[in-house]
């Protein structure tokens, strides 16, 4: 099957500093990643659908100015957490979609990356 | 307000049993998956369902989709420890694009 990683998988940082998590689609092309955030025993929540050589598409009540995404090639999209504080902290995963699959392509989701801002 | 909402939200058995995971909305859906998700991992696909009434099996997973595409179930027959972790159910609304909703989560414990 297809194969998302994320880098890193997990990253502790102060309040106040930045935080860039990537996510690569390593044997396929994206148009489309989706950024979750999952906190401790909750489900996912959707975030923002990142398009490449486009604007992300954030969710209701999700802060574009402080989740920055960028999603320059078809591998790779990157979520930058800015002035990260200690709510922020949580369990954070990427999905991608297979270009070549169609419109009802199955999402493959990466392993998260797990933020901790002390 | 949660579109997919799942039952129980927590159960905890012992192995051999049987159990079955609701997974219930007011909404259509194109399709939905079911995903099983380890701690400190990503969730992995376990099926896919896209006709109302569809019921596929996986071993000793059973998933069945409403006939009006607005439920699910998941039911596992004799589980063991391996099955224990977090369950989700997650789907595409008719006519909302390639957005993935995800259910409330079922958390299951299954002991020896």
């Known amino acids: 099957g297809a194969v998302v990683s994320q880098h890193p998988s997990r990253v502790i940082c102060k309040s106040g500093t930045s935080v860039k998590i990537e996510c690569r689609s390593l044997d396929f092309q994206a148009t489309t990643m989706f950024w979750y955030r999952q906190f401790p025993k909750q489900s996912l929540m959707l975030m923002a659908t990142s398009n490449e050589g486009s604007k992300a598409t954030y969710e209701q009540g999700v802060e574009k100015d402080k989740f920055l995404i960028n999603h320059a090639s078809l591998t790779l999209s990157t979520l930058t957490v800015t002035s990260a504080h200690p709510e922020d902290s949580s369990f954070y995963i990427c999905?991608?979609?297979?270009?070549?699959?169609?419109?009802?392509?199955?999402?493959?989701f990466g392993p998260g990356t797990r933020l901790t801002v002390l | 307000t949660q579109l997919l909402e799942q039952s129980p939200q927590f159960l905890s058995i012992q192995e051999g049993e049987n159990l079955t995971v609701y997974c219930n909305s007011s909404?259509?859906?194109?399709?939905l998956q079911w995903y099983r998700q380890e701690p400190g991992e990503g969730p992995v696909l376990l099926v896919t369902v896209v006709t109302g009434g569809e019921v596929k099996k996986l071993k000793r997973l059973t998933f069945q989709f409403g006939d009006a595409r607005k439920d699910s179930s998941l039911h596992i027959t004799a589980a063991q420890p391996g099955d224990t972790g977090l369950y989700l159910c997650?789907?595409?609304?008719?006519?909302?694009?390639?957005?993935?909703?995800f259910g409330t989560g079922t958390q299951l414990k299954v002991e020896l």
């Open positions: 999905s991608a979609r297979d270009v070549l699959a169609g419109s009802s392509a199955e999402q493959f």
């Open positions: 909404s259509v859906f194109s399709s």
């Open positions: 997650a789907g595409t609304i008719t006519g909302g694009g390639n957005k993935l909703t």
